[in-house]
């Protein structure tokens, strides 16, 4: 009974759902407010992503006719449950709650499902709009999943470990992997764009083009659901990059301002470019990114 309630608590409060979406949601305030003071606004406060959470589930979810009622309603259960699940696998500080010896394999795989959710969203939605940015969203995917991969395999071959708490103790004692596979780090960073939905890779959701693109024809609970995933994305994904690449943490207060740094640093990238057409994101991420992954993957392999 007392191990139930400890998966309930993990999973549902800390370092689960409720923590994982409260310090995402002021994360990603944190980001709304650098680009709005950058562009000479004054920004939203704090609370304006809660209080966004909020009207949505007040309202009604309205279903299209031409769409795929049951695929339309489970693409955002999907997003919420990976994230969530990552969350409570993630360390936070310097040990895991629920880590166990290959977490770092199931959590690419858990990564990559908000991002199928989305491809899945946009093609069974029954609007053009929709279509094309489950197309671009698949097109992208193709770019940034292979050398986001092999980045962070790089770290696990080192240590011929797939244990994401074993990465951390490591780099506790011997000091960051960003310092020894800096090619690898700046790979994973690059992909981190598109894998939140950041410029200059945000085609698929360009609102100036396709409105919503594969979120469209989504509203009320639904579409709710998906805002919370994407608060989550701001709090799980630069966790990852922290436990990966930069040292992880002795103490949770450490690990948030690391994690703050990476959040920083994402967001400066987003406001100071354009967005790229979808080839040439395609094209960036074979040409530049995915042989600096493979750079750093084969040295892990040969040369550890």
């Given at each position: 009974?007392?191990?139930v309630i400890?998966l309930?608590?993990g999973?549902?409060?800390?370092?689960?759902?409720?923590?994982?979406?409260a310090?995402?949601g002021?994360?990603y305030w944190?980001?709304?407010?650098?680009?709005a003071?950058l562009?000479?606004r004054?920004?939203?406060?704090?609370y304006q992503?809660?209080?966004d959470?909020?009207k949505?589930?007040s309202?009604?979810?309205?279903?299209p006719?031409?769409s795929r009622g049951?695929a339309?309603?489970l693409?955002p259960?999907f997003?919420l449950?990976?994230?969530?699940?990552?969350?409570?696998?993630m360390?936070?500080?310097?040990?895991?709650?629920f880590g166990?010896d290959?977490?770092?394999?199931?959590?690419?795989?858990?990564l990559a499902?908000p991002g199928?959710?989305m491809?899945i969203a946009g093609?069974?939605?029954?609007?053009?709009y929709?279509?094309?940015?489950?197309?671009?969203e698949?097109?992208?995917?193709?770019?940034?999943?292979?050398p986001?991969?092999?980045?962070?395999?790089t770290v696990g071959?080192h240590?011929?470990?797939?244990?994401?708490?074993?990465?951390?103790?490591y780099?506790?004692?011997s000091?960051?992997?960003?310092?020894?596979?800096?090619?690898a780090?700046?790979?994973?960073?690059m992909?981190?764009?598109?894998?939140m939905?950041?410029?200059?890779f945000?085609?698929p959701?360009?609102?100036?083009?396709?409105?919503g693109?594969?979120?469209?024809?989504?509203s009320?609970?639904?579409?709710?659901?998906?805002?919370?995933a994407?608060g989550?994305k701001w709090f799980v994904?630069?966790?990852?990059?922290?436990?990966?690449f930069?040292?992880?943490?002795?103490n949770?207060?450490?690990?948030?301002a690391?994690?703050?740094?990476v959040?920083?640093?994402?967001?400066v990238l987003?406001i100071?470019?354009?967005r790229?057409r979808i080839d040439?994101g395609?094209?960036?991420?074979?040409?530049w990114?995915l042989?600096?992954?493979?750079?750093?993957?084969?040295?892990?392999?040969?040369?550890?």
């Amino acid at each position: 009974m007392i191990e139930v309630i400890n998966l309930m608590v993990g999973l549902l409060i800390y370092p689960g759902l409720a923590f994982s979406l409260a310090i995402g949601g002021v994360f990603y305030w944190l980001y709304r407010k650098v680009r709005a003071r950058l562009q000479a606004r004054i920004g939203p406060p704090w609370y304006q992503y809660f209080m966004d959470l909020i009207k949505l589930f007040s309202k009604e979810s309205v279903i299209p006719y031409s769409s795929r009622g049951a695929a339309m309603v489970l693409a955002p259960i999907f997003s919420l449950t990976s994230l969530v699940l990552v969350a409570a696998m993630m360390p936070v500080g310097s040990e895991s709650i629920f880590g166990f010896d290959e977490d770092l394999i199931v959590t690419l795989y858990l990564l990559a499902i908000p991002g199928l959710a989305m491809i899945i969203a946009g093609n069974v939605s029954g609007s053009p709009y929709g279509s094309v940015g489950s197309s671009r969203e698949a097109s992208i995917m193709v770019g940034y999943e292979l050398p986001y991969v092999l980045s962070a395999l790089t770290v696990g071959f080192h240590l011929r470990s797939l244990s994401i708490s074993r990465i951390v103790s490591y780099q506790l004692e011997s000091g960051a992997f960003f310092m020894k596979y800096p090619l690898a780090t700046l790979a994973f960073l690059m992909c981190l764009l598109p894998k939140m939905g950041r410029r200059p890779f945000d085609a698929p959701e360009a609102d100036t083009e396709i409105i919503g693109g594969p979120l469209t024809e989504y509203s009320g609970l639904l579409l709710g659901l998906f805002e919370v995933a994407n608060g989550l994305k701001w709090f799980v994904i630069p966790a990852f990059t922290v436990n990966m690449f930069f040292g992880g943490a002795a103490n949770p207060i450490e690990f948030l301002a690391k994690c703050l740094g990476v959040v920083l640093f994402l967001s400066v990238l987003d406001i100071i470019h354009p967005r790229y057409r979808i080839d040439q994101g395609f094209r960036f991420f074979f040409k530049w990114i995915l042989p600096l992954a493979l750079i750093d993957f084969v040295r892990s392999l040969i040369w550890p």
